[in-house]
């Protein structure tokens, strides 16, 4: 496990790079399908710790709840029309009290355990 560091490294830096073709991709079709790229995000960030764990190095849970939230961001956003609601849904107001819970739960469960 002496390489664990440098691949982890490795692993981030080919994320960020697909990353960044992704959201290039997104934006030179801008007639993809709403939620299409967070989609793409999620399972990007949900790839790099699946590769982390396959090579025995530590997953990242702040990146893991990221590649969640994004998947589900993008199927609500992508579900939307089929949802037929009578209102259009807050889905990144949803996004941001979800990540904001999550904070604060991880927050709470450490001041308890001190």
Same mark, same amino acid.
């Given at each position: 496990?002496?390489?664990? $560091?440098?691949?982890?490294? /490795?692993?981030?830096?080919?994320?960020?790079?697909? @990353? @960044?073709?992704?959201?290039?991709?997104?934006?030179?079709?801008?007639? !993809? $399908?709403?939620?299409?790229?967070?989609?793409?995000?999620?399972?990007?960030?949900?790839?790099? /710790?699946? @590769?982390?764990s396959l090579?025995?190095?530590?997953?990242?849970?702040?990146?893991?709840?990221?590649?969640?939230?994004?998947?589900?961001?993008?199927?609500?956003? !992508?579900?939307?029309? !089929?949802?037929? !609601? $009578?209102?259009?849904?807050?889905?990144?107001?949803?996004?941001?009290?979800?990540?904001?819970?999550? @904070?604060?739960?991880?927050?709470?469960?450490?001041?308890?355990?001190?």
């Amino acid at each position: 496990m002496n390489y664990s $560091p440098t691949r982890n490294r /490795n692993f981030e830096t080919v994320a960020w790079g697909a @990353f @960044f073709v992704w959201w290039g991709i997104t934006e030179m079709f801008p007639s !993809l $399908p709403n939620g299409t790229g967070a989609i793409g995000i999620g399972l990007i960030l949900l790839g790099l /710790n699946g @590769f982390r764990s396959l090579n025995g190095i530590a997953m990242s849970s702040f990146s893991t709840t990221l590649g969640i939230i994004a998947l589900v961001l993008g199927g609500l956003e !992508l579900a939307q029309p !089929l949802l037929h !609601l $009578p209102f259009e849904l807050p889905v990144f107001g949803i996004l941001l009290v979800v990540l904001g819970g999550i @904070f604060v739960t991880r927050e709470l469960r450490q001041l308890k355990t001190e």
